[in-house]
């Protein structure tokens, strides 16, 4: 099983800030980061699962940073989680992380993290997922993959 | 006959699922405005059936418009449910047939909550939208009267607002009066001349290949638009066909014209009907003759000189669901076509039938299920031969005239999931989603392989076969929609090997050897509304747009796409007559792509390793095909039209065409100028529907059906 490679990308203004962030951040350090995109809709609620986002994470030992941002909800965010699952496979909450009541803004969080989740870290098994007002199962959604 | 890749069939598990299988609504039907007069008149009494269609249109409006448009008049995501076409189909009987299908089927997205009644009242929506305006009593699931019966005069009336639709020749010309016509004899289909594209993938190997290298990696930037002609609207997937300078054009609603290459000129039209806006994706052309199938399962023969009808053989019955979106190939001087709509709980199943192509006489028919009895006919869990659906051959095989073979995909087993058809995850279905190689002689199987058995989330395996040789191997490619490339010996059916060309997470295992897969857990044990994720998703990883085999450089180019699914089986009822796909759906991207649900990869036929790919957010809406010139052609969703070189991928060229780049590019040249053209077109099933839910910010006109000729300037 193999992502895709890439040769071309229309996010490429992304991809320069990205550069630009591990250009800035340590050797040591490990970058990564979820593109967030509509958790699985139909034709009846594509206009009420909505929004976009990217966050980016960075571990240091066994501190994982968590820094991004998404806009466009339908409703205001109420919750946010990392779950564990591998890619496309949902699976069950691991950990809390912060949002404001707000249909956009930051996502952050500063956490510890047990060696089994730095395995599923590494394994692409951790996701982001955003909750909203009239989205309670979830309104954004986003593997972690890393950044090469 | 060699058996490779099968799971022996194991234990039953009937899930005998709906008990009370009583039958027979209330109905009639007509058509667009026999405005309810519940939702109008608020003060009299309604009648149970007003009542019902009061609900009903509530509902409709909520949990069906999106797809099949307010006033049941279809868009893009779902077909017309009035007027006279929908009335042939499920007027004959009680609307219990209607209702059955609706609640086994609809919404497709699915998570909806609708109840029992909630189905009763959409089907009295319906059926009153369509005129039965004479029934009083609420619909029930025993209701036992005839719809057609009870669809008042005035409703009747109201059937016919408007005029006829055209039939036969609408515009009279001659191909001669251009140049003159050549017939078309076996050996020019077997080697045809380098500026023609005398059927879909363009030679008998379908390799979708244009031996014309005019226009190359070094001058394609200056392509510039020679002419443009519109289409008719609807539904279009289509492959043109190109010979001796003439364009033979496969339009929505069975409508075939002939347009001189070189100025865009119409020379004839001919309406075969039903006038409707349904797809056809290529037709054929043998002798003095064009080839084409219909969407309701004939197959017609026009002199290709004139457009007159020449011959007509009906291969299937229309009003039990069969139909064609694919076209023939001629092969050996006869006229193979394949099947679709197989998915209901009859007697009658899929099959592949060849005819003469002289005559229209039927020579054989190979079905692609095994029955009781027959080889194969213990995989299917022991289920009555009525319950055996699927196996479709909705795409045009390959042909190969030494071997006197011809290669075919086949769709999966109906309905989607094995809970739902009342199977295993062993019952692996013969011959379902496998290659079949076909004796064109005499019909009988040579070979099959089945890439994927006991298909359980509406991913087949029925596409294009593409014939290679590599010294002396003789090899036979296809990609189905779970993005997986698949190599066998085409000669014995044998495994060759395989690539992963988009992620999948399906299968847990695929055996390097004999490319047996073995599905995950939780996909095997699916149970009945249970949701399960997965990717690719139906809309395939690679679907209906063909890859082309560039011959020099040995590498196969493929269009991909990258999104995923949340599937949940629902129940079907063991009666003659049920059947269908029964399974709700929800898309997202696939991860780990970044968004981009468009991919073309080239793979190394020897190696089978990934030699270039590029992604992008717009998905991809063509087939690919190269050229000696070194180029690859695709366009995609957000209306470009590309060339990309075929050595490293690199974008050497691009167009915005009107609206969404969809069909099959072709390449031909007329006294000696090469051209490159291409369709825009609406419609394309689940790859178009898909992208739409999820690429929401390409915006597009939902119209615009047209071909586009390109050349390089004098």
Same mark, same amino acid.
């Given at each position: 099983m193999k992502l895709g490679r890439k040769t071309f990308s229309i996010t490429y203004t992304f991809i320069l800030v990205a550069s630009l962030f591990i250009?800035?951040?340590?050797?040591?350090?490990?970058?990564?980061?979820?593109?967030?995109?509509?958790?699985?809709?139909?034709?009846?609620?594509?206009?009420?699962?909505?929004?976009?986002?990217?966050?980016?994470?960075t571990l240091n030992g066994n501190t994982l940073s968590v820094s991004g941002n998404y806009s466009g909800m339908s409703s205001v965010a109420t919750m946010a989680h990392i779950h564990n699952g591998p890619p496309a496979q949902p699976g069950p909450v691991v950990a809390q992380l912060v949002v404001p009541a707000s249909t956009a803004g930051e996502v952050t969080a500063e956490l510890e993290l047990s060696d089994e989740l730095i395995e599923a870290l590494k394994n692409n098994s951790l996701y982001i997922q955003i909750h909203s007002e009239t989205n309670a199962p979830g309104e954004l959604r986003g593997w972690v993959f890393a950044r090469n | 006959m060699k058996i490779t890749t099968i799971i022996s069939s194991k234990a039953i598990r009937r899930t005998l699922l709906i008990s009370s299988i009583t039958v027979v609504l209330a109905a009639c039907g007509s058509e667009q405005?026999?405005?309810?007069?519940?939702?109008?008149?608020?003060?009299?009494?309604?009648?149970?059936?007003?009542?019902?269609?009061?609900?009903?249109?509530?509902?409709?409006?909520?949990?069906?418009?999106?797809?099949?448009?307010?006033?049941?008049?279809?868009?893009?995501?779902?077909?017309?449910?009035?007027?006279?076409?929908?009335?042939?189909?499920?007027?004959?009987?009680?609307?219990?047939?209607?209702?059955?299908?609706?609640?086994?089927?609809?919404?497709?997205?699915?998570g909806s909550s609708l109840t029992a009644d909630d189905y009763l009242s959409l089907t009295a929506h319906i059926l009153s939208e369509n005129g039965m305006d004479t029934v009083t009593e609420s619909l029930t699931a025993s209701s036992d009267l005839v719809i057609q019966d009870n669809v008042s005069a005035i409703a009747a009336r109201r059937q016919r607002p408007a005029p006829p639709a055209p039939e036969g020749v609408t515009v009279a010309g001659n191909v001669d009066d251009f140049v003159p016509f050549v017939p078309v004899t076996d050996a020019i289909l077997e080697n045809p001349a380098d500026g023609d594209w005398p059927m879909h993938r363009r030679t008998y190997d379908a390799n979708s290949y244009s031996p014309l290298d005019e226009i190359n990696t070094e001058n394609v930037g200056q392509l510039k638009l020679e002419w443009v002609w519109n289409m008719h609207e609807g539904d279009s997937e289509p492959a043109p066909l190109v010979y001796n300078g003439i364009i033979y054009l496969i339009n929505p609603g069975n409508v075939i014209q002939a347009l001189d290459g070189k100025t865009g000129e119409l020379i004839w039209e001919n309406w075969a009907g039903p006038a409707n806006r349904q797809d056809m994706r290529n037709i054929a052309i043998y002798g003095d003759n064009i080839i084409q199938a219909t969407t309701d399962a004939r197959v017609i023969a026009l002199d290709a000189r004139t457009g007159q009808q020449v011959w007509e053989t009906e291969i299937a019955e229309f009003s039990k669901g069969f139909h064609n979106s694919s076209g023939p190939i001629v092969a050996d001087g006869k006229v193979i076509q394949g099947l679709a709509g197989c998915w209901y709980y009859i007697p009658e199943d899929c099959y592949i039938s060849a005819l003469d192509a002289n005559t229209g006489e039927t020579q054989w028919q190979f079905e692609t299920i095994a029955e009781m009895g027959q080889p194969g006919g213990d995989t299917w869990g022991g289920l009555d031969d009525v319950f055996r659906a699927g196996g479709e051959t909705w795409i045009t095989g390959s042909y190969d005239p030494e071997l006197k073979l011809t290669y075919w995909g086949t769709a999966q087993q109906k309905p989607w999931v094995p809970v739902s058809r009342g199977m295993t995850i062993d019952d692996v279905g013969l011959y379902t989603n496998s290659t079949v190689a076909v004796n064109t002689d005499t019909g009988?199987?040579?070979?099959?392989?089945?890439?994927?058995?006991?298909?359980?989330?509406?991913?087949?395996?029925?596409?294009?076969?593409?014939?290679?040789?590599?010294?002396?191997?003789?090899?036979?490619?296809?990609?189905?929609?779970?993005?997986?490339?698949?190599?066998?010996?085409?000669?014995?059916?044998?495994?060759?090997?395989?690539?992963?060309?988009?992620?999948?997470?399906?299968?847990?295992?695929?055996?390097?050897?004999?490319?047996?897969v073995t599905y995950r857990e939780d996909i095997q044990n699916a149970g009945l509304n249970e949701w399960t994720?997965?990717?690719?998703?139906?809309?395939?990883?690679?679907?209906?747009?063909?890859?082309?085999?560039? *011959?020099? /450089? %040995?590498? #196969?180019? +493929?269009?991909?796409?990258?999104?995923?699914?949340?599937?949940?089986?629902?129940?079907?009822?063991?009666? *003659?007559? /049920? %059947?269908? #796909?029964? +399974?709700?759906?929800?898309?997202?991207?696939?991860?780990?792509?970044?968004?981009?649900?468009?991919?073309?990869?080239?793979?190394?036929?020897?190696?089978?390793?990934?030699v270039w790919s590029h992604e992008q957010r717009a998905s991809f809406h063509t087939g690919t095909i190269s050229t000696a010139g070194d180029l690859v052609f695709a366009g995609d969703l957000d209306r470009e039209f590309k060339a990309f070189d075929v050595n490293t991928g690199e974008v050497l060229w691009k167009t915005r065409l009107g609206t969404v780049v969809q069909g099959h590019p072709v390449s031909f040249a007329i006294d000696g100028k090469q051209y490159i053209a291409v369709t825009s077109a609406n419609g394309g099933t689940s790859p178009r529907a898909v992208p739409d839910v999820i690429a929401t910010e390409i915006i597009y006109p939902r119209w615009g059906n047209a071909i586009y000729v390109f050349s390089l300037p004098e």
């Open positions: 250009s800035v951040a340590a050797q040591a350090q490990e970058t990564y980061r979820a593109r967030l995109s509509p958790m699985p809709t139909t034709p009846q609620t594509k206009d009420t699962i909505t929004g976009e986002g990217e966050v980016f994470l | 405005e026999s405005a309810a007069p519940a939702t109008t008149s608020a003060v009299a009494e309604l009648t149970g059936f007003e009542t019902q269609v009061a609900q009903g249109a509530d509902l409709f409006a909520t949990n069906c418009a999106a797809c099949h448009g307010t006033n049941l008049e279809g868009t893009t995501l779902g077909p017309i449910l009035s007027g006279n076409t929908f009335l042939q189909r499920w007027g004959s009987g009680t609307p219990t047939p209607l209702l059955n299908s609706i609640q086994t089927n609809m919404p497709p997205g699915g009988e199987l040579d070979w099959f392989f089945q890439h994927v058995p006991a298909e359980a989330l509406d991913l087949d395996e029925v596409f294009e076969r593409v014939l290679v040789n590599r010294g002396d191997e003789k090899l036979v490619f296809s990609l189905g929609k779970y993005g997986i490339l698949w190599k066998n010996d085409r000669v014995s059916g044998e495994f060759k090997g395989y690539k992963e060309t988009v992620f999948q997470n399906a299968f847990t295992n695929i055996d390097p050897d004999t490319g047996e994720s997965a990717c690719p998703s139906s809309a395939g990883g690679k679907d209906w747009h063909s890859m082309t085999y560039h *011959q020099p /450089s %040995g590498t #196969m180019i +493929a269009p991909l796409s990258q999104t995923c699914l949340e599937n949940a089986a629902r129940e079907v009822a063991m009666v *003659q007559g /049920s %059947g269908g #796909m029964a +399974a709700s759906r929800k898309f997202f991207e696939m991860p780990g792509t970044d968004g981009n649900l468009g991919k073309i990869g080239a793979y190394n036929v020897d190696t089978m390793e990934e």
